[in-house]
């Protein structure tokens, strides 16, 4: 697929304000390394090969292992993830498919018992904001393969 729509230049107000989004939860003291595995989980699940590619070079960049990576689909089948970041990861697949069943008590529980009032809001915006780059790469074609990782003080698309 091509890319249909540079979002960036069609709406840069928005761009903007997503970029805006992603500075507060960059700020919010979550944990970089687990936020590069929730918005890589959730790009898994939302299919999308852009955030993909560029939150598993962060990722690797930031020094997370290769083994990790590859099982973060299936990490409820092993114990290579802490409870915080499984936590994380059960939150963030939850809000991702609310559709017909809403968040669990159980999930809720669980990310509360890891994540204080504050904490979990954050999270739930770093999820609001993966899943809203998602939504954006996925329908207007934005192509994977051209990410490189930068600095945190880089500017640009970064998400």
Not at 18 to 41: D, I, N, W
Not at 78 to 94: C, H, I, K, Q, V
Not at 123 to 131: D, G, K
């Amino acid at each position: 697929m091509k890319q249909r729509i540079n979002y960036q230049k069609a709406a840069p107000g928005a761009f903007q304000a997503m970029l805006g989004l992603e500075k507060y939860v960059r700020q919010s003291g979550l944990e970089p390394a687990l936020l590069e595995l929730v918005k890589t989980r959730v790009s898994q699940i939302n299919g999308c090969a852009y955030c993909l590619d560029m939150h598993t070079q962060d990722a690797r960049a930031a020094g997370e292992t290769e083994q990790r990576l590859y099982l973060l689909a299936a990490w409820r089948e092993t114990g290579l993830y802490s409870e915080r970041e499984r936590a994380a990861l059960a939150w963030a697949e939850a809000v991702t498919q609310l559709a017909g069943h809403g968040v669990p008590d159980a999930v809720y529980d669980e990310v509360r018992s890891q994540f204080e009032e504050k904490a979990l809001v954050d999270l739930t915006l770093a999820i609001v904001a993966i899943n809203g780059w998602n939504r954006l790469a996925v329908p207007f074609g934005v192509q994977a393969g051209s990410y490189r990782p930068r600095g945190e003080h880089a500017s640009g698309a970064r998400h």
